[in-house]
């Protein structure tokens, strides 16, 4: 049954985001796109991220559109603070799944919100950011971050401090598609490409705009991990000649286009992008464990599952690892790690139901055990995992409440 639902999804997954259990984003109005403020219900997709005194905080938006930050006590993750609505202009924010605010604490008391503004002109967008240098006391309004300022796509990006303290932006951008030939009304230019910027004060300037990588999918998460080197590693779903949908994986760093290692070996030949993007975590060993979504062949059949497996310190898959995870209806999975300590999560739907499950490894990711962590009815967003040393937690919103589940291995 999921691999004959996953056909029609990916029919609509080239023209349209999903996120939320029980309907596709509602249709966009003429010559624009769907977005937080035309939408009939809230919008749920939140980042989550610890502050360095311990607190845990989330950046998302209201039943408005609105675009607000909560955070809750280190001993006492339940108990979330009051909303606080932070100043956006009255911009349209992302907020659907693999393209939601984002938030990140740095050094000097620096913390950024991140964002895609959807623009007029469908599957466009301007990746914005609030920033703070008092602890997330007070923000900044909203700016944008890259210099290109054409109205093209500038989407999905991701955000993070390097152990440096320098800021990293990356996002899927088309500026190379647009300038790419055409074969008919279909450009020669396989998907998109990441470019990135950096910025050593917090995001009170930025470097130019660099390009990471070509050929990457249009509407897939970019994961981001630490080296042993305190250097940024970025994995995400590339588009592999002559249209491979698997997973590249990239040091984060210098002026030129990366070294692109293979990550995945699917072998998915797909054209359209699934809205699902990677996981990724450094491993204890200097290496990485990588979580992603993808359809294999096993003979005359197309298997769709999440899968795990380790990556070796370039990116490239210890094969002998790579292992389904154990629930045919996991999507969306999320892994962080400390030592030998691996959590990987997911959400598994059912009809109107999902259920929040957690994968726990005590040995590197050799063996897990399997916990269920809640249940809830309707509208809920992708889990997040978010860390502090050795404290690793499970966050799941939903339309009632904000959950949090502390991991004990």
């Known amino acids: 049954m999921r691999n004959a639902l996953w056909g029609v999804m990916l029919a609509l997954c080239a023209a349209t985001t999903f996120a939320q259990v029980t309907a596709p984003l509602p249709a966009a109005p003429a010559g624009g796109h769907a977005n937080a403020r035309h939408a009939q219900r809230a919008q749920l997709a939140s980042g989550v991220a610890f502050a360095p005194d311990g607190s845990l905080w989330m950046a998302g938006l209201n039943a408005q559109g609105d675009l607000l930050v909560q955070n809750a006590p280190a001993n006492n993750l339940s108990e979330w603070s009051a909303p606080r609505l932070l100043v956006s202009q009255g911009e349209a924010i992302s907020a659907d799944g693999e393209n939601r605010p984002k938030l990140a604490f740095g050094p000097n008391g620096w913390v950024v919100i991140t964002y895609t503004q959807p623009l007029a002109k469908p599957y ?47 996002w899927v951008d088309k500026r190379d598609m647009e300038l790419a030939p055409k074969h008919g009304k279909k450009s020669s230019y396989r998907g998109a490409a990441i470019y990135r910027n950096t910025s050593s004060d917090g995001g009170a300037s930025f470097g130019p705009d660099i390009k990471l990588t070509d050929h990457t999918c249009e509407c897939c998460r970019i994961a981001l991990a630490h080296g042993t080197d305190g250097n940024l590693r970025a994995m995400w779903r590339h588009v592999f000649e002559p249209n491979v949908r698997d997973h590249g994986f990239a040091a984060v760093g210098g002026t030129a286009p990366a070294d692109v290692v293979r990550a995945s070996f699917d072998d998915w030949h797909i054209d359209a992008c699934p809205h699902h993007g990677p996981g990724l975590a450094s491993a204890a060993d200097g290496g990485y464990h990588a979580v992603w979504f993808g359809i294999r062949k096993k003979g005359n059949e197309d298997i769709a599952a999440v899968r795990y497996a380790r990556l070796r310190a370039d990116g490239s898959p210890l094969l002998e690892s790579v292992r389904a995870l154990p629930d045919e209806r996991a999507e969306h999975a999320d892994v962080l790690a400390s030592g030998n300590q691996v959590a990987v999560v997911w959400r598994s739907v059912n009809s109107m139901q999902s259920t929040l499950y957690a994968w726990l490894s005590k040995d590197g990711g050799k063996s897990f055990q399997l916990r269920q962590l809640s249940k809830v009815q309707g509208d809920n967003d992708h889990p997040r995992l978010a860390q502090s040393g050795e404290r690793m937690v499970a966050v799941w919103r939903n339309a009632k409440e904000v959950q949090v589940h502390e991991l004990k291995f």
């Open 124 to 170: 466009t967008g301007a990746i914005r950011m609030l920033r703070s240098s008092d602890g997330g006391q007070t923000f900044s309004p909203p700016f944008t971050v890259h210099s290109d300022r054409q109205e093209i796509t500038h989407r999905f990006e991701s955000v993070a401090f390097d152990a440096q303290g320098v800021l990293h932006t990356l």
